[in-house]
């Protein structure tokens, strides 16, 4: 893991739970896209430990209600910096 990996995993945990479950949305939405990308080119989609980024976000929110899924932002990858950083949401 590089430094500045580190640096922000340990920025996220100050972050509300709310925080960073939009965060965790945002980053599974990315990394399902460039599953996509990279299933086109034949390469693996799988992490160190075997699980793909879905299972890993499954097994993170396997715990969460319906209700708090529910609140989970459909438009994380568009809305990216209002979700990150609170700045007003943007129209497409």
Same mark, same amino acid.
């Given at each position: 893991m590089t430094k500045q990996l580190s640096e922000l995993i340990q920025a996220a945990e100050q972050l509300t739970p709310e925080e960073q479950?939009?965060?965790?949305a945002h980053l599974a939405?990315?990394?399902? $896209?460039?599953?996509?990308?990279?299933?086109? +080119?034949n390469q693996p989609t799988t992490t160190k430990t075997g699980k793909s980024i879905w299972q890993i976000a499954e097994d993170f929110t396997k715990d969460l209600s319906s209700e708090e899924l529910s609140k989970?932002? $459909?438009?994380?990858?568009?809305?990216?910096? +209002?979700?990150?950083?609170?700045?007003?949401?943007?129209t497409p």
């Amino acid at each position: 893991m590089t430094k500045q990996l580190s640096e922000l995993i340990q920025a996220a945990e100050q972050l509300t739970p709310e925080e960073q479950l939009r965060l965790i949305a945002h980053l599974a939405e990315s990394m399902s $896209t460039r599953s996509s990308s990279s299933q086109e +080119h034949n390469q693996p989609t799988t992490t160190k430990t075997g699980k793909s980024i879905w299972q890993i976000a499954e097994d993170f929110t396997k715990d969460l209600s319906s209700e708090e899924l529910s609140k989970l932002p $459909t438009d994380g990858a568009e809305q990216h910096d +209002h979700y990150i950083y609170g700045t007003p949401k943007t129209t497409p």
